[in-house]
Each structure stands twice: as structure tokens, then as C-alpha cells.
């Protein structure tokens, strides 16, 4: 698994299926960001069927088929939303696009699986707050920083099962490296990609949300900037503040400034705090002492420890997405959280003094 470029990072863990073959049979529509891999080697992993993909760009149709030999390649968009086999549709489009085909898919009867963000305006949220509550299907949200990433996942553990306390503050630095020679025409336009904040600042944010159990959340500052200079409307540093209704807080700092010399595409960090404990993780990288990553770190009245769970802990997430949505629960991820991170992510977008 390549780890330079976090355009084409797509984990990958050990098959533990939840359904029978044949029983969760879905298709890709969009190939334009390379967390589609991500998204589909989850669901697989998990016991899904891919039976299909659509793109018009048939370069990416190739290099999809390359990784998944067995996938049929449909002749367009609409023969898929037709397909009654299928019971979701997973997309990584071009992020502006993944609203107006979430409701073309939920419109169709099937559930939807975007990559995040999953809206670049506030408009498209509500248009698919309405779709899901009219059609009763699920508009599923890929935030990898906490669903795929093992060290996440072994913290909402820790958290879960009461090693930290009550969780006080998350503080989450979202590094990444720009590789601007490689990205397409569409990553430099903020109309399309939505802004620095709301493309890879939602990631900090739903783990922020996750971890407090907050029910409301009040941005109190956000800033963008364009320091490097490359295209007017691009922005590649973002940050913001958070507090709760529990008095939690959060700060998350996002830019695109990873340097060349690093191992992976980013180092990743997040530190939370608790009434009786602390917890570090450093996600893809332990500088200087390890290449890959999972490391977690705790702190508490038991003692300090350090634990590398690659491998180990594996991606719930994709099963329970499945079962979801053969069983119409909301285990994995509720819509309203889904949804209430990437609104607070648009809200700390929209309103963020740019600064530099």
C-alpha cells in the first residue's frame, strides 16, 4: 500500500464478512478521487459483492478494473441506478457532484455511500436531509481518518470502555502532501472541492464529534489561508475552534504542506484529553523510530503505555455499514451525525477570516 500520496491511500485489512455471498451486492459510480479503493476494499473485506462500476473516463475505468479484475464495467450511469441487484451505490466523484448523485441514487431506491466531503454547500445538505427522510435510504459518509485508520478505531475503544474519562478536548492536525503535478483541474477549484475546511477539516471534526458524544456543537473561529501562492481560489491551511454542550473543546489545524521528505503523506495526530487520562495517536507515522503507523498512546491512572495496532484491530465500520443496511440500523454511523459534521465543517468554512 502505497502511503506518499493520500489521494490514492486505500487501506486495507483482513476479510472478516458479515453477509453471505451475493446477499450485499453493490456498484461505483465516479472515480475521480482514489479513496474509491478505500471504500471498496472496506465493503469487500466485509463481505460485500462489487459488481459493477461506471465512469466516463475510460483511463479510470481501466485502472479501477486493473485492481478489481472481476468487476463488470456498465455501459452508463442509468444502468446501474436501474440494476434492482443492487442494493448500494459507493462515489468518490468530484466532490460538488456527490450531492445531486446521492439523490439520483436514493431516488432510485438504493443507499448511498459518498467519499467525504459529501457536500461542498449547505444547499445540497438540505436537499438530501429531505431525500433521506422522503426515501428512508441512508446517505453514508467514507470519513477514512477515523473508520479506516486501526489507531482510531482502538481508541474509540479506549474511550468507549472508560480509560480516559469523560473526554475533555481533541486537538487533530490533518497534514497532507500536495503532489500538485498530479491533481486534476477540479482539486484546485474551491467551488468543487469546497475549501480547505470543508475537503479534509470534516475528517477532525466527526472524530471530534464521535469521541465527546457531543449533541451540539458552536464554531467560535476558523481561519483559511494561501500561503504558497498556487491558484487564486485554492486554500491550503485551515483551522478551527469548537466547543460542545458537554464544554468539550476541539482544535483542528488542516494544510497541505507536508514535506518531501517525509515517509507518508502526512502525520496525522490527534491528542484527547479526558477527566482521567490522555490519549496520542500517530496515525500513518511514528517519526523516526517507525515507517508505518497505528501508534496509540495512553495515559492514565493505570500507567503509560504504547501499543502499534496494525493489523490488529481491524475496520468495523464496513461491516456495520452493511448490516445497516440490510437491517435498516444505525450502528456504524447515524445519518444526523453524518450529516451535522459536514454542516459544521461548511459553517467553519463559510464563515473563516482568510488570512496570509
Known sequence: MQKTDGMNYAPTGKPNPVCKK????????????????????????????????YDPDPAKVAAFVAAYPNVRVAASEAALLEDSSLQLIASASVPSDRGPLGLRVMAHGKDF?????PFTCLDDLQLARRAVAETARKYAVYYSERVHVEAAVHASQLIHAGAIGRV??????????????????????KARYGGIICDIGCHQIEQFLYWTKAKSATLLHSKVANYGGLH?????????TFVTDTGATHFMRVDWYTPSGLGAWGDGRTFITGTDG?????????????????????????GESHVCVRGKVGF????ELILDCLNRTEVAMTQEHAFWAIELALEAQAKAIRVG
Do not use: Q
Request: with cysteine; hydrophobic share 45%; net charge negative.
Open 22 to 53: 451475493g446477499e450485499f451486492r453493490f456498484a461505483a459510480i465516479g472515480l475521480d478521487h482514489g479513496h474509491i479503493f478505500g471504500m471498496c476494499n472496506g465493503l469487500m473485506e466485509a463481505g460485500a459483492d462489487l459488481a459493477a462500476v
Open 113 to 117: 455511500f459518498a467519499d467525504k466531503p
Open 168 to 189: 475533555l478536548s481533541v486537538i487533530g492536525f490533518g497534514p497532507h502532501r500536495l503532489n500538485a503535478a498530479t491533481r486534476p483541474d477540479w482539486f484546485w477549484d
Open 232 to 240: 487564486p481560489a485554492f486554500e491550503d491551511y485551515g483551522d478551527a
Open 278 to 302: 490522555f490519549i496520542e495517536l500517530r496515525k500513518y507515522v511514528d517519526i523516526g523510530r517507525d515507517a508505518e503507523g497505528d501508534h496509540v498512546y495512553l495515559v492514565n491512572g493505570e
Open 316 to 319: 468495523p465500520f464496513f461491516g
